[in-house]
C-alpha cells in the first residue's frame, strides 16, 4: 500500500484538502490508482475540476514509476500509516498524508523547539534568536524552523554552529532551495538534522504553500517561540495553529511603538509565555535538561563596573552611547567593560556601538 500512497501524495497542484475528498470518496489510495476514468471524470464534472490533475497524472506515471523517481533523487517518503511517521503529527486533524524528506526526522524522544520570526528580523532579533537555539541545544533540545531569511535561517544556524540538530518545514519540495542563497544551510540541514516537505520533489515555492508549511512547524514541536513578528505575520499563524495543537507558546516582548514586536506583544497579551531572558525560557522548557556544567550569571565572577552595565544592557539592547549616559562612566571604562562581558559570552556586538544581552 506504501507506493499508492506515494503515487497519491505527489500528484501536483493537489493540496491536503482535495486528497481528504478522494479519501472520503474511494476510502484509500489504491482504489483512486484503480478506479476507472468515468469513476475521476464523475467527480470533476461534479465540481471537483482539479480531478483532472489526478486523471492527467494517473496517464503520464505508475505508482512503480513514482517510487523509482524519488529514490533516484536521494528522497526519502514516509506515509502516515507508517511506525516512522511522527507520532506529534499524528493527532492533528489536518495531518500530512505523507512526509518527503532529506536527512531525518526529529526523535520524538527528544524535546523540539520551534523558533521562528521575521525575515526582515533587527539585529538584537537575529542575536535572541541565535542565543535561544545554543541554550536549546545545550539542554538537549532540537530547533525546528523554516530555514526562510532572518530569525528562521539564524536560529537553525545557531543550532548546527552549537553541534546540534535542526530541522526544516518547507514551503516546496525537499529538492529545491528557497530562498535560493541558502544552500549551505540546507546541505547542513540534511546532514544534522532534516529537510521536511509535504509538497512532492519539484514543486516550487508559492505563497499559498506557507501557511500549510507552518501547521506542520509547530506539530512537530512541543514548543513555538515567536522572536520577531509583524501584525500580521506567518509567525502569528504558526503561533495559532501552535495552540490550536496544545502546544506551548512563548514570545520575546518589545517596544510598543516597534512594528516587528507588535505581533509578540500581541500573543502575550492573550496569554503566551514571556522570554525575559534566555536562561528563565530553557529553565522553563528543560528543567531537568540544562547541563551541570553550564555557565550562569551566578558563578561567573564580574568586577562592580561590569555588573553596572551588563545591568543597563537589555534583552533588546543598547548603544553605546545609551549605555555612557545611562552608566556615567567614561567610554574607556564603558569600553572595557564591554569587551569583558562579550568575551565572557555574557552580551553580543550585533552591530558596530550596539550590544545585546545574551544570558
Known amino acids: 500500500m506504501e507506493q499508492y500512497w506515494e503515487w497519491f501524495c505527489s500528484i501536483p497542484g493537489i493540496y491536503r484538502t482535495q486528497r481528504e475528498i478522494m479519501l472520503h470518496c474511494f476510502h484509500n489510495p489504491r482504489r483512486i490508482w484503480e478506479a476507472s476514468t468515468e469513476e475521476l471524470a464523475f467527480l470533476r464534472d461534479r465540481g471537483c475540476r482539479w480531478m483532472q490533475k489526478v486523471m492527467d497524472y494517473k496517464q503520464r506515471y505508475t505508482p512503480a ?7 533516484s533523487m536521494g528522497i526519502e517518503f514516509i506515509s502516515a500509516e507508517q511506525e516512522r511517521y511522527p507520532r506529534r503529527l499524528e493527532p492533528l486533524r489536518d495531518h500530512p498524508y505523507g512526509l518527503f524528506l532529506r ?42 524552523s523554516g530555514a526562510a531569511y532572518g530569525i528562521d535561517g539564524a536560529a537553525q544556524w545557531a543550532a548546527l554552529e552549537e553541534g546540534g540538530k535542526s530541522y526544516a518545514v518547507l ?37 499559498t504553500h506557507f501557511p500549510m508549511r507552518n501547521r506542520i512547524i509547530s506539530g512537530l514541536a512541543d514548543v513555538v517561540v515567536v522572536v520577531e513578528a509583524r501584525k500580521k505575520s506567518g509567525s502569528l499563524i504558526t503561533a495559532e495553529f501552535a495552540l490550536d495543537q ?18 509578540c506583544n500581541e500573543l502575550i497579551s492573550q496569554g503566551a509565555g514571556l522570554v525575559l531572558s534566555v536562561d528563565d525560557f ?6 531537568e535538561g540544562r547541563r551541570a556544567q553550564k555557565k550562569t550569571v551566578a558563578n ?60
Request: with cysteine; net charge negative; glycine share 10%.
Open 65 to 71: 514509476e513514482v517510487v523509482h523517481m524519488r529514490t
Open 103 to 144: 536527512g531525518a526526522l526529529p526523535s520524538e524522544d527528544v524535546r523540539s523547539v520551534a523558533i521562528v520570526g521575521a525575515r526582515m528580523c533587527t539585529p538584537g532579533g537575529r542575536a535572541m534568536a541565535e542565543a535561544i537555539a545554543r541554550e536549546v541545544v545545550h539542554c538537549g533540545g532540537v530547533v525546528v
Open 171 to 207: 514551503g516546496c519540495g525537499v529538492d529545491v532551495c528557497y530562498p535560493a542563497s541558502h544552500q549551505q544551510l540546507f546541505s547542513r540541514l540534511s546532514k544534522n538534522g532534516g529537510l521536511i516537505s509535504e509538497f512532492p520533489a519539484g514543486t516550487k515555492a508559492m505563497p
Open 246 to 263: 496544545g502546544r506551548q507558546v512563548y514570545a520575546v516582548p518589545g517596544r510598543p511603538d516597534d512594528e516587528l514586536s507588535y505581533g
Open 282 to 287: 530553557t529553565e522553563t522548557v528543560f528543567p
Open 300 to 359: 561567573i565572577p564580574l568586577a562592580p563596573v561590569e555588573k553596572l552595565v551588563y545591568s543597563k544592557v537589555g534583552l533588546h539592547g543598547k548603544s553605546l552611547w545609551e549605555l555612557q549616559e545611562n552608566t556615567t562612566l567614561s567610554l574607556t571604562d564603558l569600553c572595557d567593560s564591554l569587551l569583558s562581558l562579550e568575551l565572557k559570552g555574557l552580551i553580543k556586538e550585533t552591530e558596530q556601538n550596539f550590544y545585546v544581552k545574551m544570558k
